[in-house]
């Protein structure tokens, strides 16, 4: 799985066999080989439960001499409710995969572009797609917490995606405006409040539609 990054980028800018965007697909196998360990795999699954419980179970070692009114109401959900939680951690996976496998493929794109001298437009996430998360959002209202989890994992992969989507324009907007120093910034509060990504991501998204990244770049006043 560490290589498909690789290849999908030499496929892709290098030998020129394919079209498909490497950070949206090279992580498909890692994602879809993960579901199937799920389902099928009763070993490999009580695996992921048992390394989840050590987890908790590490967690709750480190705050046992800790006043209660000082714990944080996260962690007193998590022990509340291990066993939800476990599940729900365990149906996460996929998603997770997912984006340690978008993010290497980052990685390895930038790489290749800046060593040979190559530029591509800012990534951006094909308009089609929002179908599956539109699709795929509707699961939050059943029932199941299964089938709810197919919402989990999708709102996670599309606010990682249209969040790189989202920082792309807000890098060209810095850069355009000469207020590159802004990033810094960014960095920083993402770092202290980290659901300032949902709000990046909402940028993405509906650039989507209003296409902000072609006006950025058309603005007469530059």
Do not use: C
């Not at 978008?102 to 790489?111: G, V």
């Not at 999708?154 to 990682?160: D, G």
């Not at 807000?170 to 405006?177: E, Q």
């Amino acid at each position: 799985m560490a290589a498909i990054p690789a290849l999908f980028v030499i496929y892709r800018y290098k030998l020129k066999k394919i079209d498909f965007e490497p950070i949206i697909f090279a992580p498909l196998p890692a994602f879809l080989l993960t579901i199937g360990i799920l389902i099928f795999s009763v070993e490999q699954k009580e695996f992921f439960i048992k390394y989840i419980n050590y987890n908790i179970d590490q967690l709750i070692n480190s705050i046992k001499d800790q006043p209660l009114d000082e714990i944080s109401s996260r962690i007193k959900y998590i022990i509340n409710n291990r066993e939800q939680f476990t599940k729900t951690a365990l149906y996460l996976i996929p998603s997770i995969s997912f984006i340690y496998i978008s993010f290497m493929t980052l990685i390895a794109k930038k790489i290749y572009l800046v060593k040979n001298r190559m530029i591509e437009p800012p990534f951006k996430v094909p308009f089609h797609l929002v179908w599956f998360l539109i699709i795929g959002g509707f699961t939050i209202l059943s029932n199941q917490l299964e089938i709810k989890l197919i919402s989990y994992n999708t709102f996670i992969i599309f606010t990682y995606l249209y969040f790189i989507q989202g920082s792309n324009l807000l890098t060209i907007f810095f850069i355009k405006k000469r207020l590159i120093w802004l990033r810094f910034i960014l960095l920083i509060i993402l770092l202290i409040h980290p659901y300032v990504i949902i709000a990046i991501a909402f940028i993405g998204l509906f650039d989507t539609w209003f296409n902000f990244g072609e006006k950025i770049e058309n603005d007469p006043k530059e």
